[in-house]
C-alpha cells in the first residue's frame, strides 16, 4: 500500500475553504462540543487550561477561543504555510510544525485538545499522540467520518466520480485488526489531489474500539452534519474523550 501524504502547503486559503469539507468554522459546532469542553475543564483545573489543537489547518476552530482568556492555545499542523498565516491571525497563540506520524509530544503537557479532520491521516497515530499529550483527567474533542453513515454515500461517490481511488484495507493496532476504506485522493483532476490518502472508518463500533484500545474513556458521542449552506454534503461522529484519572487523582 503507497500512502500519499497530504501537502497542504499547496492550498491557498480561498482553496482551503473552497474544497476541504470540515466543521471547524461552524459556530454550533464549536457551541456543542468545544466551548462546552472548556467549560468542563476549567472547571476542573482552573484557568487558564492549556488546549492542544492538532492538525490545526487555517485555523477556523481556533478563531473561537482567540477572545477567551481561560485559554492558553497551542497549534500544531504538518503545513509550513498553514502554521505561517496561523502566526500572523493569531499573534497571541503559539504554533509549530510537527508531523504527528513520527513524533511525540511532551507526555501530559495540556488539560485539553481538540482535533477537527484530523483522524483521516494516521487515525491509530493521530489518537495516540491526543491521549500521550493530555493530562489525567484532560479532554480531548475528536472527529471522524464513516463509510456505514448514509448520510456519507453522496459524497464517498462524487469523490470517485473526481478520480479518487477506494480500497478496503484494514490497520493493524496492537495486535488488532480495524476495517477502513482507504481514499487515495492522488489522481484527482483539482487541487483536492493534494489532500493524499485519507483512511474512513467501516461503523461506529470500530472507532470506539480504536479509542478503547488507545485508553481513552468515551465522555459523549454525537453525530454531526457538515453542510455547504444549502444541503448535508457528509456527517461527522464527534466524541468528548478524556483520559482517565489514576487512583482518583489528577
Not at 492555545?73 to 493569531?90: C, H, P, Q, V, Y
Request: with cysteine; proline share 4%.
Amino acid at each position: 500500500m503507497k500512502v500519499y501524504r497530504p501537502n497542504f502547503d499547496a492550498f491557498s486559503r480561498e482553496d482551503y475553504a473552497n474544497h476541504i469539507i470540515s466543521p471547524a468554522k461552524n459556530p454550533e459546532y464549536f457551541n456543542r462540543f468545544h466551548g462546552p469542553m472548556v467549560d468542563a475543564l476549567v472547571n476542573r483545573f482552573g484557568s487558564p487550561v492549556k488546549i492542544l489543537s492538532l492538525a490545526c489547518g487555517y485555523g477556523d476552530e481556533l478563531a473561537f477561543f482567540e477572545k477567551d482568556r481561560r485559554v492558553k492555545l497551542t497549534g500544531l499542523d504538518i503545513s509550513n504555510e498553514m502554521i505561517a498565516k496561523n502566526r500572523e491571525r493569531f499573534p497571541g497563540m503559539e504554533f509549530a510544525v510537527v508531523d504527528v506520524a513520527v513524533e511525540k509530544p511532551k507526555k501530559g503537557a495540556f488539560e485539553g485538545l481538540v482535533a477537527v479532520n484530523a483522524t483521516p491521516y494516521c487515525p491509530d497515530k493521530m489518537c495516540g499522540y491526543a491521549f500521550r499529550a493530555l493530562r489525567r483527567g484532560g479532554r480531548a474533542a475528536m472527529n471522524f467520518y464513516t463509510v456505514s453513515n448514509e448520510k456519507n454515500t453522496c459524497i464517498l461517490s462524487e469523490i470517485q466520480k473526481l478520480g479518487a481511488v477506494m480500497r478496503r484495507i484494514s490497520l493493524r493496532v496492537r495486535g488488532k485488526e480495524f476495517p477502513m476504506l482507504e481514499v487515495d485522493n492522488s489522481g484527482r483532476k483539482t487541487i483536492t489531489k493534494e489532500v493524499g490518502t485519507q483512511l474512513w472508518f467501516a461503523t461506529q463500533k470500530n472507532i470506539e474500539d480504536l479509542l478503547s484500545l488507545i485508553g481513552f474513556k468515551i465522555v459523549l458521542h454525537q453525530s454531526f452534519d457538515v453542510d455547504d449552506g444549502s444541503k448535508i454534503v457528509a456527517s461527522t461522529e464527534t466524541y468528548i474523550l478524556e483520559k482517565p484519572r489514576l487512583w482518583g487523582v489528577f
